[in-house]
């Protein structure tokens, strides 16, 4: 029943489209509480680009083309029609309910979000994969927010957290922003 209600959770995912369309700037960040994502990771104030990296040859940098708060994002360029696929591991994780979200700007028609967390033990080995299987169209020329409801099984350490990023049939050298990326413990 446990993986059952797991696999519910799962399939939630959803884009929050209701953030003002210039987003940051003038929101000043306020990293949430218990966030796993370290506070450089999720919101790109240092100036980095905070230990993300991209197993498909996209460009990742630190910009101050757009932020969803404070002056900073992460900028991903893409050199193939493949898509960007952002990852990173945090250790701290542990088993229960987490919503992993992170907000996105582009300019492209046709940008969407997804998301996978592969939960690791301590000894990094596999516990379970979270696939919200939900491909979410973003609204150019704002921010949006990508939600997902996801669980940790049992024995979990640490999160390697997994940002789909497509570019759809826009040409190479096009650019999606992402901003507080965030992986919190929910009752
Ligand atoms: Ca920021």
Redesign the pocket.
Known sequence: MTDMLGRLRQAQAYYDQSLPPNG?GVIP?VPPANNVVTEAA????DGTVAGWTDDLGNTLANSTAH???????LAVTSVSPSGAFVTQVFVGAAPGNYRLSYKGYTTIPDGTLESEIEWQDATHNWTGNITPSVVLDMLPDRWGTYIADVTAPANTAEAWIKLNIHFGASPAGSIIYI??IALVPVP
């Not at 999720?42 to 104030?45: A, I, K, P, R």
């Not at 932020?67 to 994002?73: F, I, Q």
Request: net charge negative.
């Open positions: 940051g960040p999720w919101g790109f104030e932020a969803a708060s404070g002056t900073h994002s901003d507080e």
